[in-house]
């Protein structure tokens, strides 16, 4: 177990529904046919990509912490929690299963801690980055992985441990 990121606890007491289990209950299982489950995955990552400009909790909010899904207006704005929030809810919407999507955090020298969806396919999981517009599984980052959403709980964060190039994130 881990602790969940303090952003996120933020965001759950402001918003419940964003956090539970139950969360918008898709109709299309992680078995999904992978081609069509990977050409969704790169169009919903390319348009939300697009369609909001990132911009820094500071500059959006005032405060260096703040986990949200950008408002629909014409240009969103958010940082990579909030475009990863994003992306999932498009994907649910979309016909994904909840429990094949989660928020994992990252680090990386230059850009320090990041946050990325990462959805679960027959052939492992695959990272849908706001640096990067190419889909990609886990293993083909150079990120340090440090923790993951549960795939039976949203509240509930995971330790990631022993990770290799022929496992899963989780």
């Known amino acids: 177990m881990a602790d969940a990121p303090s952003g996120f606890v933020a965001m759950c ?6 956090c539970r289990p139950d969360h918008a ?3 299309v299982s992680s078995s999904k046919n992978r081609n069509n489950g990977l ?9 939300v990509n697009r369609d909001i ?3 820094s909790d500071w500059q959006s ?24 929030m994003e992306k ?10 909840p429990k094949s999507l989660f928020l994992a955090v990252t680090y990386r ?21 706001n640096l990067y517009p190419q889909v990609v599984h886990w293993y083909r980052t150079d990120y340090v992985w440090l923790r993951q959403q549960s795939t039976d ?12 190039t022929d496992t899963s994130v989780s």
């Open 109 to 129: 020298p230059r850009n320090g801690l990041h946050v990325v969806l990462v959805a679960r396919l027959e052939d492992g999981d695959y990272i849908l980055d």
């Open 88 to 97: 999932r809810a498009r994907l649910v919407a979309s016909g994904f299963d």
């Open 61 to 84: 909010y005032g405060t260096g912490e703040h986990w949200a899904k950008p408002a629909p207006r014409a240009r969103a704005t958010g940082d990579c929690e909030d475009i990863a």
């Open 39 to 47: 050409e969704q995955l790169r169009n919903i990552n390319r348009h």
């Open 25 to 27: 209950t898709g109709t």
């Open 13 to 18: 007491a402001r918003d419940q529904t964003l």
């Open 53 to 55: 400009v990132q911009r």
């Open 153 to 164: 709980n949203p509240k509930s964060w995971l330790t990631v441990e022993n990770m290799t």
